[in-house]
């Protein structure tokens, strides 16, 4: 059974940063890819960014430039790092992964972003 678990969220002001943490349960997660999406109230999820086997990354364009994806195979954790926040970046975000043709969410972090 692979188990993701978020944590770091919090409120933060416009212009903070925030670092979120994504800790996987998974005996291969050296050669996992991890994925990051978001869901701001009324609003769809939304993927924002990847991380894969090689610590290679891809973002989508509302967060390149602000957000970093790194990843710890020793702990099995996947980080984002979060800087210049915007109020639009309020959201719960969720780290997921697919394994298997199975895929697998965390419960999800709140980030509030607000002065």
């Known amino acids: 059974q692979v188990q993701l678990v978020e944590s770091g969220g919090g409120l933060a002001q416009p212009g903070g940063s925030l670092k979120l943490s994504c800790t996987v349960s998974?005996?291969?997660?050296?050669?996992?890819?991890v994925h990051w999406s978001r869901q701001a109230p009324g609003k769809e999820r939304e993927w924002i960014g990847a991380i894969d086997r090689l610590g290679l990354t891809v973002y989508e364009d509302s967060v390149k430039g602000r957000f970093t994806l790194s990843r710890d195979n020793a702990v099995t954790t996947v980080f984002l790092q979060m800087s210049s926040l915007k109020p639009e970046d309020t959201a719960i975000y969720y780290c997921h992964t697919v394994l298997n043709t199975n895929h697998y969410w965390g419960q999800g972090t709140q980030v509030t972003v607000s002065s």
């Open positions: 998974c005996t291969i997660f050296s050669s996992t890819d």
